[in-house]
Structure formats: C-alpha cells, structure tokens
C-alpha cells in the first residue's frame, strides 16, 4: 500500500522568500503524484502533477515540483513567497494510472511573514 | 464550467441523530470520490462510485456510513446514527476519464461537527 510523509505540519516563511514543502512517498509502482492547496474556507485546488512525464513539474502560481525516484520525493518548491500563499497544502499519491483512489499526507500549513 | 458542489456547508448534529450529505459532481464525470478529513489528520478515502455503481468502498468506517449514487448524477453520504468520531470535513471529488492524468477536482466540503 502506498503512503505519503509530509515533514512539518507548519512551516514558516517571510515574504521573498524561498518555499520548500517537503513530500516523500512509498509505492511499490511508479507512482503518480499531485500536490493540493487547500485556502481558508475553499476546497482542494490542484497546484500541479506528475504522471510519469517530465519530472520537473510547474503548477500554478509559480509552484513546481521535482520528481526524484532516488529519494522517493516530490517536494513543492516556489522561489519566492507572496503573502496569498498562506494557506494549507496537501501532498498526494496514486499508484495507478486509472481513476482511482488518492493517498494524502497530512497536510503542511505555509505561514508567509512580512 | 461549475464545480464540484457539496451541501451544506456544515452540519452540527447531536450524536444519535441522522445527517445526509449530498454531492454534486461536474457534469459528465462519471467518476465521483468520497473523502474524509477527521482535524488534525490526513484526508482519507471514503469510496468511489463510477457513475452509479461502487468501485471501491474499502475506505468506509463501518456500516452507520451509507452512500448512494442513484442514476449516476448527483451522490449523498447518510450517517445513521452519527457518533462523536464522525465528525470531520467530508469532501467529495469527480473526475473524467478512465486515467488520473486527467486530475481530480474538489468540492469545498461539508464540515460535519456531532456534539
């Protein structure tokens, strides 16, 4: 069965700069990967996917995310934070190509700084 | 195009009491997906109905939890009786298509509270 680990239920950052959640996942088959955003009082919106295509992938609002088989990871990065980034995000996997079911991880909740 | 819709937005119960869900997908999906999200916690999966039938229920707590997709539209989510534990928010999701590349797309959820 496949799990998702995300390290650091909160994570700090000031506005400019760097952000880095961190994802790492177990799948005993390639995987297929997703990051959500969740803002205050608003679903699940998806920032970006990988299915097995490039593994550097770009999302919306300036997000990617960096397949590394070697690691098992799929961290989602953005060079520069703008406070409308605060919100909670959601790292998940699925281990097939076909519709099914996602894994989710626990969430990180990003808090942008002045 | 509208989005997945989910209502009400949040429910609060008394423990003992029944509460129905109800989901509506995009137009056209044919997949629809229940999940779960109890604070504090993951968000994990609930079912998933491909149009009217259950594809995977594995993710169902127990037998108070009862889903329905009649004529393969809309989609409710009946716990009978609600226990304390139950509460949470419940999302639902739809996709179109047969492989995920084409994304999962989520409703706002219904935030369940049972005191």
């Known amino acids: 069965a496949q799990s998702v680990t995300q390290l650091g239920s909160h994570v700090s950052v000031s506005e400019g700069a760097l952000v880095l959640l961190r994802c790492n996942y177990s799948?005993?088959?390639?995987?297929?990967l997703f990051w959500y955003v969740q803002y205050p009082n608003q679903g699940l919106q998806l920032l970006l996917k990988?299915?097995?295509?490039?593994?550097l992938v770009k999302g919306i609002n300036g997000f990617e995310a960096e397949f590394k088989k070697s690691e098992t990871s799929f961290h989602l990065t953005k060079p520069s934070a703008h406070m409308s980034d605060a919100a909670e995000y959601f790292c998940?996997?699925?281990?097939?190509?076909?519709?099914?079911?996602?894994?989710f991880g626990t969430g990180t909740r990003l808090q942008v700084t002045l | 195009e509208a989005g997945v819709t989910q209502f009400p937005s949040h429910s609060v119960i008394e423990k003992g009491q029944t509460v129905t869900l109800r989901c509506d997908p995009i137009?056209?999906?044919?997949?629809l997906y229940w999940y779960r999200r109890v604070m504090g916690k993951e968000i994990k999966f609930l079912l998933h109905?491909?149009?009217?039938?259950?594809?995977?229920e594995s993710g169902m707590p127990n037998n108070r939890f009862l889903a329905e997709r009649t004529g393969g539209t809309y989609s409710t989510l009946k716990v009978q009786p609600a226990e304390l534990e139950d509460s949470g928010v419940y999302f639902c999701?739809?996709?179109?298509?047969?492989?995920?590349?084409?994304?999962?797309?989520f409703g706002s959820g219904t935030r369940l509270t049972v005191v």
């Open positions: 998940a996997v699925s281990d097939t190509g076909t519709a099914s079911k996602l894994t």
């Open positions: 799948s005993s088959v390639p995987p297929y």
């Open positions: 990988y299915t097995s295509a490039a593994t």
């Open positions: 137009s056209g999906h044919d997949n």
């Open positions: 109905f491909v149009k009217e039938s259950k594809q995977d």
């Open positions: 999701a739809s996709n179109f298509g047969l492989t995920v590349g084409y994304g999962y797309t």
